[in-house]
């Protein structure tokens, strides 16, 4: 597929920028004009600030970035539809792009009609059209409304459309900019598959996305960008860790959960913590509540390996430790919970010491003590959440087993994030959790 000799970079970038010149009022480019050089009258704004990188064929890239960083700028800047207002860009290849919702496709003609046209702008002849044309439509699944205008298409089918036409073009580089979180869960997982084999022939791939799991799993290298410049450059893996961190920590830092009641720590705290500790207890601070008797000091995951991590593979066995401390005189009956949640807090699984008849001791001391959680996860790929409690619980009277909160001596939710990878010999997972299946046929006759 790729025509670049693999000794030769396919995509070079050297110190490229992107400068956006705004104006007060209208009457000031007027101005500006007829007394050239005078006076300034614009305001700039650096979308690009001397971006670098060289890509071999066959790499993939994975850009992060918040909103704003200068992302999709870069990706307009290397498929040609922005100029750079400085530095050099050097494309060899064909690209195919998903820019921008329902980005190329002309709303006044139908979908067979936009297929048509997008393949004939990528240089495909007739004959190779008449052959795409059905597996295109096939791939989007349209077939319904494949002759209806492109502007009675809703977001999704808008999605459809445009990925299914960027990959049957037979594209050396392919570009996508989040466009996929568009999409319902289905057709995300068989466009994922279909990147996938598009990759394993050589295609070259760059990929935006908010997403740090979404790098490691279809990139194998990482751009973070910030401000219109790059704050990191590295392998998709070290990329995806470092920008994860970042945003937990501003999640915390900016206290998403308003209602929660921030727990003050009692008089007799006295307890030296570790760096560590106290950045933890910095990074949960917002999003922390209880009455402080026992504090819990850190979460940390461990992969099989016993290794402190925030990625781990699909179907593995995790080990959770939370450490904790009593400040106080600790009541007994209080135990430690943990749950791990989704992306929007939602928990999707729980677990309590109590169950297991564990307890804090209340002895008196206040020693730092570990309660360790070990389990198999079920969790299909993706990024989840880490949270911990301590408090007492009694019997639901009426669902007998389980356990109602009595008191909160302290909750801690964004502890800590982790992400499960896909697995590697392309097993199809897709949903919330993955439960081990037979499945057998017979016939009735």
Not at 111 to 135: K, S, T, V, W, Y
């Amino acid at each position: 597929m790729n025509s670049t000799p693999v000794s030769e970079a396919i995509i070079e970038v050297c110190e490229v920028s992107k400068i956006y010149r705004s104006y007060t009022r209208p009457s000031q480019r007027m101005l500006e004009l007829l007394s050239p050089g005078r006076k300034q009258y614009f305001r700039e704004t650096r979308a690009l600030d001397g971006v670098t990188l060289s890509l071999m064929p066959g790499s993939r890239l994975g850009i992060v970035g918040e909103n704003g960083s200068g992302k999709s700028t870069l990706l307009k800047v290397l498929c040609g539809v922005l100029t750079p207002s400085g530095g050099s860009v050097s494309v060899r290849g064909r690209i195919s792009a998903l820019l921008e919702l329902g980005a190329g496709f002309n709303p006044e003609l139908s979908g067979r009609e936009n297929i048509r046209q997008f393949c004939m702008l990528h240089g495909m002849q007739h004959d190779e059209i008449a052959e795409a044309l059905p597996e295109i439509i096939h791939f989007s699944e349209l077939q319904d409304a494949i002759e209806h205008p492109v502007k009675t298409y809703s977001s999704g089918m808008a999605v459809r459309l445009g990925f299914s036409c960027a990959v049957y073009v037979k594209p050396e580089i392919l570009i996508v900019d989040e466009a996929l979180s568009v999409g319902d869960a289905y057709f995300q997982n068989k466009c994922l598959h279909k990147i996938k084999s598009l990759l394993d022939g050589g295609t070259t791939f760059l990929y935006v996305t908010h997403s740090a799991d979404g790098i490691r799993s279809l990139c194998d290298q990482g751009l973070w960008l910030e401000n219109g410049k790059v704050r990191l450059q590295g392998s998709s893996r070290e990329v995806g860790a470092a920008y994860q961190s970042e945003v937990f920590r501003r999640m915390a830092s900016a206290g998403l959960q308003k209602n929660v009641t921030v727990a003050r720590a009692p008089s007799a705290e006295k307890a030296t913590k570790s760096d560590r500790h106290q950045a933890f207890a910095d990074r949960v601070e917002s999003l922390r509540t209880g009455s402080g008797e026992v504090r819990i000091q850190e979460i940390v995951l461990l992969d099989e390996q016993g290794a402190e991590t925030d990625h781990v593979p699909f179907a593995s066995q995790l080990c959770v430790r939370v450490f904790y401390q009593a400040l106080q005189e600790a009541v007994s009956g209080l135990t430690v919970t943990l749950g791990i949640t989704d992306d929007s807090g939602r928990q999707l699984m729980h677990f309590n010491a109590a169950a297991e008849g564990i307890f804090i001791p209340a002895d008196g001391s206040h020693v730092l003590r570990v309660m360790e959680f070990t389990f198999n996860c079920p969790l299909c790929p993706g990024e989840y959440g880490l949270i911990a409690g301590i408090g007492s619980f009694v019997e639901n009277p009426v669902n007998r087993g389980q356990l109602l909160i009595g008191e909160i001596t302290d909750y801690c939710a964004g502890g800590a994030r982790f992400s499960i990878s896909y697995p590697e010999d392309g097993q199809n997972v897709w949903g919330v959790v993955h439960a081990p299946c037979s499945v057998s046929q017979y016939s009735l006759d």
